[in-house]
C-alpha cells in the first residue's frame, strides 16, 4: 500500500509538469497582454516595454516558462496586474470555491445516492421512471439556465434566499449555489447507483443475506451499497476537480469570488501568473482526489489491493 | 415504502436547509443606513492616479481626489478646483497658483510640490505609469520617458515650484486649451505618503477628495467614507459609499431589484427590454463621451488607393443607424452624426450636421458611391472587434446584414470576432488586420480636441488605421495655438470636415451612460465619464 502510494505520488511529477506546459502554451498563444492594459488608447511603447521586461515577456517561450516554474518552487506565483500577488489570490478565492466545492459534493453524495438507491431497489416502477425522467431533464438542462432560474425564483421573486453571495461566502448562503452546481453531477450519481443497485440486488451475496434474515436496512448498506458504490466513488473522485474548476459559470451568477472568477479574470486579462498557477493548484486537487479514490476502491471491495 | 421515506427525508433537509438560508439574509434592504452601496469591477491596475485608464479605477480617483480643475458633472465644463489660477501670455507657458486650504485626508497640506512631484512620478518610465503620455506636452518628458533607455533626468524640465502654493508649467509647443486638460485624473496631486509607503498606500490610498478609503480588499471591494475635514464645496451629501465588486452586470442587476445593491452604473444589455419596467424613473440614460467607430485599415492600400473614400462612405451608408441601435442597443445608443459625441454640448463643437448624407442609411446611393469608387475590395468587406463584452457580436452581424442588404450581392460582408479584448488589441495595434474594425473610444477630457487628435493626427498614438492628411494637421496645429475658445472649435470642426469627405473611420453611435438605482436614493446623475456623481447621492 505505501509503496503504491509512493509510486503514484512519483507519477504525479510528469502529468504536473506537462500539465502547466500545455497551459502555459495555451495563455502564451492568447497573445501579448500588455496592449489591453492600456484599454482603448495606444500602449505608450517605452511604458509598454518595460512591463514586459518585468514581467519577463519579451523573452522566448521556453525561458518564460523555466522562469516561471523556477518561481513556482520559491513559492512565488507571479503577480496579477492589478498588483497582487498570485498567491495572495489564492489565499482568498481558493477555501470559497472549497468550499463550495464541498457543499456540492456533499449533496451529491447524500441526495444523488438516496435518490439512486430508492430507484433501483424499485426498478420499473412509478417512482424509478419519475427519477428517470427528472433526472435526465437536469441533464440537458444547462447549468447557467438552472443557475439564474433558480436565482430568480428564489431570490428575487419569493425572497427566501439572498440571490447573491456575500464576499466571506458563508456556508448558509453557498447552499443554493451548491445545488445549482451539484445538479447535473447529481443527476450521474442517481443514475449510477440505480443501475449498480439493480444489478446487484440479484447477486448471490444478496440472496444469501437476505436467506441468513438479516434485517432489510443491513442489507442494503453492508451488502448491496457496499458493492456498488465503486463506480459511484469514481465519479465523485473526479467530480470534485471537474466541479472546481468548472464552477465558473455558477461562481459568476452568484458572484462568488472564488477559483472561477479568478480564472475567468486571468482568462479575460491574458494574465498568465494567474491561470498558470490556479490550474496548477487544481492539476494537483485532481491527481489527489483520483488518489484518494483508487485508495478507496480497497476500503470498498478488500478484493482489491494494491502492491 | 422505506425508499419513499428517504426520499420525504432529503426534501425535508434541502427544505430546511433553505429556510436557514432566507433567516441569514434578504430581509434588509440595501446596505447600512446613510451609505450608499454600489456595484463595481475589479479594477484592472493599482490605484493610481497616473496608473489608472479605465472606469473601474477611475469611479474610486473621483471620490478621493481633486485636482486643479474639475469638470461640471452636468454641463462637462471645466471650472477650478484646487488651482486659484491658471494664467499664460503666450498658450505655452503657465503659472498656477493654488487656494489656500486645502489638505490631503492624513492632514498634509496639498502644495504646489505635490502637483510637481506626482507629475514627475506619472511621466517617469521607470514607474511604468499607463498615463504617462498625459505629461508628454511638458517640456523635459523626454528626459524622463525617453522611448528607448534609461531617463536622464528625474525631473522634468518644464515644471518649477515658486513657493509653496505656486508653480510654472513650460510646455514644449504652444497648446491653449491645455488648462482645460487638467481635470483629467492623471493630474490629481499627491502626498508625501505615496512617495515613502508606496505599498501601504496603494493598499488604502490617501487623497485629497470628498471621501477616504474606510477599508479596501482588493478584488472584493472598498468601503469609502465621507471625510469631514474636506476643504472643498462640493462636501459628500451622503455618509459613504460601498463599492462591491460584481463578477457579471447580470448579477448586480439582480441585486437592485431584489434590493441587496442600492446602485448599478452598468444595466446588462439582456435586462434593457426590462428595465423601465422594473426601475420606471430610477433609470438613467444619458450621453457619454463615449463614440464607437468602424475604423479602415488605411495602411494597407487597397483600402487607401484614389476612389476609396467612395467606397468608405458608401460602406458607410449602407448601415442603418438607427434600426441597429433601436433594436440591438434599445436606444443606450445614439446614431452616430459626428465624430466627437453630444456629451460635449454644440458649444463644445458637437455638431449634429457634420457627417451629413454619409451617415444616412441610404442603399441605392450606397450601391451606387461603393461601383463608382471600383467596388469593395475583392468583393468582400470583413469586420473585426473582440467580442467577449459590450454585444459587439450582435451588432457586428446587424451591421453586416445591414451592408449586405444594401448591396444586393449576397453575403460580402462578414464578421471576424476576436476572443478576448487584449487579442483584439494585439492585432489592431500591430496593424494585422485588413478590413475595418471597431474602434471605441472614451474620452479623457471634454474637449474636441480629444475627440480628433489622438485618432486621427499623422503618427498620433491611436491612429490606428495611419490616417494621413496634410490639411487636417495644419487645422489640428492651429486650432491648439487659437487662444480664443470658440474659434479654436471652429477650426477643429473644419478639420472633422475632411473626415467626412474622407472617412477613414465610419462614426456608428455614441455611447450612453446606463444606471439604475433603488428607492432610497435620490440626486443620481451620470457624469460625461458615465461614472455615478457619489457626492451629490442623497440617501433616505
Redesign the interface.
Known amino acids: 500500500m505505501g509503496r503504491y502510494v509512493i509510486r503514484r505520488l512519483l507519477q504525479m511529477i510528469p502529468v504536473f509538469i506537462g500539465s502547466t506546459f500545455l497551459i502555459f502554451i495555451m495563455v502564451y498563444a492568447?497573445?501579448?497582454?500588455v496592449?489591453?492594459?492600456?484599454?482603448?488608447?495606444?500602449?505608450?511603447?517605452?511604458?509598454a516595454?518595460?512591463?514586459r521586461k518585468?514581467l519577463y515577456l519579451d523573452r522566448p517561450l521556453w525561458e518564460q516558462y523555466l522562469h516561471y516554474m523556477g518561481q513556482i518552487f520559491q513559492g512565488d506565483f507571479g503577480t496579477a496586474?492589478?498588483?497582487?500577488p498570485v498567491t495572495?489570490?489564492m489565499a482568498?478565492a481558493f477555501p470559497v470555491t472549497l468550499r463550495l466545492t464541498l457543499v456540492a459534493i456533499t449533496i451529491e453524495i447524500?441526495?444523488g445516492i438516496?435518490?439512486g438507491?430508492?430507484s433501483g431497489?424499485?426498478r420499473g416502477r412509478t417512482?424509478d421512471t419519475t427519477l428517470l425522467v427528472l433526472t435526465l431533464v437536469v441533464i440537458s438542462v444547462p447549468t447557467f439556465v438552472t443557475g439564474?432560474l433558480l436565482?430568480?425564483l428564489?431570490?428575487?421573486k419569493w425572497?427566501?434566499?439572498?440571490?447573491?453571495v456575500?464576499?466571506d461566502a458563508?456556508l448558509?448562503?453557498l447552499?443554493?449555489p451548491g445545488?445549482v452546481l451539484a445538479l447535473v453531477s447529481l443527476a450521474y450519481v442517481t443514475r449510477l447507483s440505480r443501475t449498480s443497485i439493480a444489478e446487484n440486488t440479484k447477486a448471490d451475496y444478496v440472496r444469501t443475506a437476505v436467506a441468513k434474515g438479516l434485517p432489510?436496512?443491513r442489507v442494503i448498506t453492508r451488502h448491496l451499497l457496499r458493492n456498488s458504490l465503486i463506480p459511484v466513488v469514481t465519479f465523485i473522485g473526479t467530480d470534485i476537480g471537474a466541479l472546481m474548476g468548472g464552477a465558473i459559470v455558477t461562481?459568476?451568477?452568484?458572484?462568488?469570488?472564488g477559483v472561477g472568477?479568478?480564472l475567468?479574470?486571468g482568462?479575460?486579462?491574458?494574465n498568465s501568473p494567474t491561470v498558470v498557477g490556479f490550474v496548477t493548484i487544481l492539476v494537483i486537487v485532481f491527481l489527489l482526489a483520483n488518489l484518494l479514490v483508487d485508495l478507496l476502491y480497497a476500503v470498498l471491495d478488500p478484493r482489491i489491493r494494491y502492491a | 415504502m422505506?425508499?419513499?421515506t428517504?426520499?420525504r427525508?432529503?426534501a425535508a433537509?434541502?427544505a430546511v436547509?433553505?429556510?436557514?438560508?432566507?433567516c441569514?439574509?434578504?430581509s434588509d434592504s440595501g446596505g447600512e443606513a446613510g451609505i450608499v452601496s454600489s456595484s463595481w469591477g475589479?479594477?484592472?491596475?493599482?490605484l493610481e492616479p497616473a496608473n489608472t485608464?479605465?472606469v473601474q479605477g477611475g469611479k474610486v480617483l473621483d471620490m478621493l481626489f481633486r485636482g486643479l480643475v474639475r469638470y461640471d458633472p452636468a454641463t462637462g465644463e471645466a471650472q477650478n478646483m484646487l488651482a486659484e489660477r491658471i494664467e499664460t501670455q503666450d498658450s505655452q507657458n503657465f503659472t498656477v497658483t493654488l487656494k489656500d486650504g486645502w489638505t490631503f485626508s492624513n492632514g498634509e497640506p496639498v502644495t504646489a510640490q505635490s502637483f510637481v512631484d506626482a507629475w514627475n512620478y506619472g511621466a517617469d518610465?521607470?514607474n511604468?505609469?499607463?498615463n504617462?503620455?498625459f505629461f508628454s506636452d511638458i517640456a523635459g518628458y523626454d528626459d524622463v520617458?525617453?522611448?528607448?533607455g534609461d531617463p536622464t533626468a528625474t525631473a522634468m524640465k518644464g515644471l518649477v515650484v515658486k513657493d509653496a502654493k505656486t508653480f510654472t508649467v513650460a510646455l514644449d509647443k504652444k497648446f491653449s486649451t491645455w488648462p482645460d486638460t487638467l481635470g483629467y485624473q492623471a493630474f490629481s496631486p499627491l502626498p508625501k505618503a505615496f512617495f515613502t509607503d508606496h505599498a501601504a498606500w496603494?493598499d488604502k490610498p490617501v487623497g485629497n477628495g470628498p471621501y477616504t478609503v474606510d477599508s479596501y480588499?482588493?478584488?472584493?471591494?472598498m468601503k469609502l467614507r465621507r471625510w469631514d475635514g474636506y476643504p472643498g464645496e462640493d462636501k459628500a451629501v451622503n455618509d459613504g459609499v460601498d463599492l462591491?465588486?460584481?463578477?457579471?452586470n447580470?448579477?448586480?442587476y439582480?441585486?437592485l431589484?431584489?434590493g441587496?445593491l442600492d446602485l448599478v452604473d452598468d444595466i446588462p444589455a439582456q435586462q434593457l427590454k426590462n428595465v423601465k419596467n422594473d426601475l420606471g424613473d430610477r433609470y438613467i440614460n444619458q450621453p457619454a463621451l463615449i463614440i464607437q467607430t468602424l475604423t479602415f485599415p488605411l495602411y494597407d492600400p487597397q483600402w487607401s488607393k484614389p476612389g476609396m473614400e467612395k467606397v468608405r462612405r458608401g460602406i458607410s451608408m449602407a448601415i442603418n443607424r438607427d434600426e441597429i441601435t433601436r433594436q440591438i442597443f434599445r436606444e443606450t445608443r445614439t446614431p452616430a452624426k459626428d465624430w466627437t459625441s453630444p456629451a460635449l454640448g454644440e458649444k463644445g463643437g458637437f455638431n449634429p450636421a457634420l457627417c451629413g448624407d454619409a451617415c444616412t442609411y441610404d442603399p441605392a446611393a450606397a450601391k451606387q458611391l461603393i461601383q463608382e469608387g471600383g467596388g469593395l475590395p475583392g468583393g468582400k468587406v470583413t469586420l473585426t472587434s473582440n467580442v467577449?463584452t459590450g454585444s459587439h457580436r450582435d451588432w457586428m452581424d446587424a451591421v453586416c446584414n445591414s451592408i449586405n442588404n444594401a448591396l444586393g450581392e449576397g453575403p460580402v460582408c462578414t464578421v471576424n470576432p476576436v476572443?478576448?479584448?487584449?487579442?483584439f488589441?494585439?492585432q489592431?495595434?500591430s496593424y494585422k488586420l485588413t478590413g475595418p474594425f471597431r474602434?471605441?473610444?472614451?474620452a479623457d477630457y471634454p474637449l474636441i480636441q480629444n475627440f480628433l487628435q489622438?485618432l486621427y493626427y499623422t503618427g498620433a498614438?491611436?491612429n490606428?488605421g495611419k490616417f494621413s492628411d496634410p490639411q487636417f494637421d495644419k487645422l489640428v496645429d492651429e486650432a491648439n495655438q487659437e487662444a480664443d475658445p470658440a474659434q479654436a472649435i471652429a477650426k477643429f470642426q473644419d478639420a472633422e470636415k475632411i473626415l467626412a469627405a474622407q472617412m477613414p473611420s465610419i462614426p456608428l453611435w455614441y455611447q450612453n451612460g446606463s444606471a439604475g438605482y433603488a428607492e432610497r436614493l435620490s440626486d443620481v446623475a451620470l457624469n460625461q465619464f458615465s461614472v455615478p456623481v457619489y457626492n451629490r447621492i442623497k440617501v433616505s
Open positions: 492568447l497573445g501579448d497582454p496592449a489591453a492594459l492600456f484599454g482603448d488608447k495606444a500602449p505608450d511603447p517605452a511604458t516595454a518595460r512591463i518585468d496586474f492589478n498588483g497582487q495572495e489570490l482568498s447524500v441526495v438516496t435518490l438507491v430508492v431497489l424499485r417512482i439564474y436565482q430568480y428564489l431570490g428575487v425572497g427566501w434566499v439572498r440571490p447573491t456575500s464576499p458563508p448558509n448562503e447552499i443554493l445545488i432489510r436496512h461562481e459568476r451568477i452568484f458572484n462568488i469570488h472568477y479568478q475567468y479574470q482568462i479575460l486579462r491574458n | 422505506r425508499g419513499a428517504h426520499a427525508w432529503a433537509a434541502v436547509a433553505l429556510a436557514a438560508t432566507a441569514g439574509g434578504g475589479d479594477p484592472q491596475n493599482p485608464n479605465e518610465v521607470r511604468k505609469q499607463n504617462a503620455p520617458h525617453p522611448s528607448s496603494l480588499t482588493k478584488g472584493t471591494g462591491k465588486v460584481y463578477t457579471d447580470n448579477t448586480a439582480t441585486d431589484i431584489s441587496n467577449d476572443g478576448t479584448f487584449a487579442d488589441r494585439n489592431q495595434s474602434s471605441g473610444w472614451q489622438p498614438s491611436s490606428y
